[in-house]
């Protein structure tokens, strides 16, 4: 079963432009929610993460935004740069594992 | 800092042969984890360790996979025999601490069984 979904497998965007990547999830037990971004033939590294309890986090340019009620989170990069292209996992977690999303490949053209 | 370790980086293999991934975690790290990503999908944990102790091995295939964490420091995971649906990416991460979120995933080993 897919706890943790991103519907959109892929998503391009002009350098200097918001990029908008989307995930939802459906365990109401998720506490903490995390996205990765992974280059090729490298591991996922981690990008920022919020708890529960908030429903923002900010990090220079990346922002993370939580909607428990909706059960959805998004990232938000602002301004995309061309290095910014890879592949972005939405991970939630609850006390015991974390579970991964399928990746949005983002692509920041110049 | 070192970051997490993997050997080999690839791997081809016929399917019934054995085969054994390695991983070093981040020193002081006593987390360790074991994940399978197939193409297009995330990454699905296999197994976790929290220092020599397997905490979580719910989703490993225990017929044909293992894995062990010696000292808890390094660990190995093997797959006897390789079937051609074990071809994936396999990962291993390491965190600080049981309810450590942020894990530091290793470059992977890319298993490809023919």
């Known amino acids: 079963d897919q706890q943790v979904k991103q519907n959109s497998p892929s998503l391009s965007v002009q350098e200097g432009r918001i990029s908008i990547l989307n995930c939802d999830y459906t365990?109401?037990?998720?506490?903490?929610f995390l996205w990765y971004k992974k280059y090729p033939a490298e591991g996922p590294t981690f990008l920022i993460s919020i708890s529960s309890i908030k429903d923002k986090n900010e990090d220079g340019r990346f922002t993370v935004f939580l909607n428990k009620s909706a059960k959805h989170l998004s990232l938000h990069i602002v301004p995309s740069q061309p290095g910014d292209s890879a592949v972005y996992f939405c991970a939630a977690s609850d006390n015991n594992d974390m579970r991964f999303g399928a990746g949005t490949r983002l692509t920041v053209k110049p | 800092e070192a970051g997490v370790v993997q050997s080999p980086r690839y791997k081809i293999i016929e399917k019934k042969q054995p085969v054994a991934f390695w991983c070093n975690p981040i020193s002081g790290h006593n987390t360790l984890y074991w994940y399978r990503q197939n193409l297009g999908q995330g990454p699905e944990l296999l197994i976790r360790?929290?220092?020599?102790?397997?905490?979580?091995d719910s989703q490993l295939p225990k017929d044909r996979f293992s894995a062990e964490r010696l000292k808890g420091v390094d660990s190995t995971l093997k797959i006897q025999p390789a079937e051609l649906g074990d071809s994936a990416v396999y990962l291993c991460?390491?965190?600080?601490?049981?309810?450590?979120?942020?894990?530091?995933f290793g470059p992977g080993t890319r298993l490809t069984v023919t």
């Open positions: 991460a390491s965190s600080r601490g049981a309810r450590s979120y942020e894990q530091y």
């Open positions: 365990n109401s037990m998720f506490d903490y």
């Open positions: 360790y929290e220092n020599e102790e397997a905490v979580d």
